[in-house]
């Protein structure tokens, strides 16, 4: 499992890099709102794509068509595929989406049209947010399960203990550039189904 996380913190890495230059350029939104989570999926589609993923917006799950994943990244050898769901973690209802939105991911199996076009390929969920540096931000990446917002701790907990949510500060703002703090991108990346990935 350590070498896909890996791989997809390279992904991450470039998504982050793409959303600092273009946060740089122009703040995309007007008044107190953030950036919208639509961008956060678009520059991780793009990142996946630059890595050498197939990409699809708005993908399915195998049997479901109603079951919709943000971001869908499928390996050239087919041998890795990552649903992707995107949040703004801005307050404490958009925890309990995510933790939704985990149990979702979980049940993510490609749609295959040929028996072999899947078979054997691990599957990982990754779920990540816009976030201020705040207390909910703090929470999660302390991985504080003991105290803090319920709602965090219950996110938290929905993932296995050894599963890490990881930061990258995105501008010197928070969600709007009169404000102050950070904004990061936070995301957790798990496996899906009992694969050994």
Excluded at 126 to 143: N, P, W
């Amino acid at each position: 499992m350590q070498e896909v996380v890996d791989r997809i913190d390279g992904v991450m890495a470039q998504a982050a890099k793409s959303l600092q230059e273009a946060f740089a350029i122009y703040w995309p939104t007007y008044g107190n709102t953030g950036a919208h989570e639509r961008n956060l999926s678009l520059h991780v589609a793009c990142a996946f794509m630059n890595s050498g993923f197939a990409v699809f917006g708005e993908g399915h799950t195998e049997g479901r068509a109603r079951q919709r994943y943000d971001v869908l990244a499928c390996s050239q050898d087919r041998t890795l595929f990552v649903a992707a769901e995107f949040k703004l973690l801005w307050k404490d209802t958009k925890a309990t989406e995510m933790k939704s939105d985990i149990e979702r991911l979980r049940e993510f199996k490609p749609v295959v049209r040929s028996a072999a076009a899947a078979e054997g390929a691990a599957r990982v969920g990754l779920v990540g947010a816009f976030s201020e540096e705040d207390d909910r931000h703090k929470q999660l990446c302390e991985r504080n399960v003991r105290g803090g917002r319920v709602a965090i701790r219950e996110l938290l907990e929905a993932l296995p203990d050894q599963v890490r949510w990881r930061t990258k500060p995105l501008c010197n703002h928070g969600w709007h550039p009169d404000r102050r703090g950070r904004l990061h991108l936070v995301y957790a990346v798990f496996p899906l189904h009992d694969d050994n990935v």
